[in-house]
């Protein structure tokens, strides 16, 4: 698998182990539960702030790695952004990605949680359970679409699931390194350097950096939840899809 670097401070590199794992959380806490409170992410990693939840969180993510890699048949990929810290000049993990290579008839796009992890998040909280299931469906209902109506046409879809960038490390470029790495994926996955479609969720942060590298947007995610959960705050996403084809322009 190649290492693409993108600058002479910057490098992107597979996952390895558990210790990353830990700091893929951690960046997702350091910018979704603290810098933007993303209530969807906030949903899904409850009491995030305490150390039982942050643990609980790493665990997630490593049981989730685990599962990628002995289910997907590599079609997965968890990547890094090493970068020096500006507060030390150490080498640190400055941001994270995931990508997916979904084929409907291989990996189709979960329509819900499952019972277990629902009772993992909130145990014996059926409230709680019902509200984040409903968060969980109609963030990933347009593209389980997308990946279905292409596996019609025996298309898969290169799906962005997640990619963030810590706050200190925000405005160097790393994001769009994270996203480039995935683009050429899709190239080398694609017919005649044609590559597949790409998909991802957005959020007003990250929006302009999709749309920089040919993202165009769709829509936004609509939250379809109980009248009782109305009033909770939820997140503002936008749904962005890359045509089949498109150039990325180094």
């Known amino acids: 698998m190649p290492t693409y670097p993108p600058n002479r401070d910057v490098r992107i590199e597979l996952i390895q182990d558990e210790q990353d794992l830990r700091e893929n959380f951690a960046c997702q806490y350091e ?45 997965s990929w968890y990547l890094k952004a090493i970068a020096p810290d500006p507060e ?3 080498d640190t993990i400055a941001g994270i990605a995931t990508w997916t290579e979904n084929l409907h008839s291989r990996n189709p796009i979960p329509k819900e949680m499952n019972k277990e992890r629902l009772e993992k ?3 014996g909280n059926e409230t709680e359970q019902r509200y984040v299931n409903q968060m ?18 025996g298309r898969a879809v290169m799906v962005l699931d997640i990619c963030v960038v ?11 390194e994270l996203v480039k790495w995935g683009l050429r994926k899709a190239e080398e ?10 998909v991802t969720e957005a959020s ?47």
């Open 31 to 75: 910018t979704f539960g603290q810098q933007t409170s993303n209530a969807f992410w906030l949903a899904m990693s409850p009491n995030a702030d305490t150390d039982a939840g942050f643990e609980a969180g790493v665990k997630s993510g490593q049981n989730n790695f685990k599962k990628q890699s002995a289910h997907n048949g590599g079609h």
């Open 88 to 90: 030390t000049g150490k």
């Open 121 to 123: 998040l909130y145990p």
């Open 136 to 153: 969980f469906q109609s963030f990933l209902r347009r593209r389980g679409e997308l990946v279905e109506e292409a596996g019609k046409e």
């Open 166 to 176: 810590r706050p200190r490390f925000q405005r160097r470029g790393i994001a769009s």
């Open 189 to 198: 996955l694609g017919q005649n350097g044609q590559a597949i479609e790409c």
């Open 204 to 250: 007003p942060m990250g929006k302009p950096v999709y749309v920089k590298l040919g993202f165009e947007a769709e829509g936004e995610v609509v939250y379809k939840v109980d009248e009782e959960f109305q009033n909770r705050k939820r997140s503002v996403d936008t749904v962005l899809r890359r045509p089949v084809g498109t150039k990325l322009v180094e």
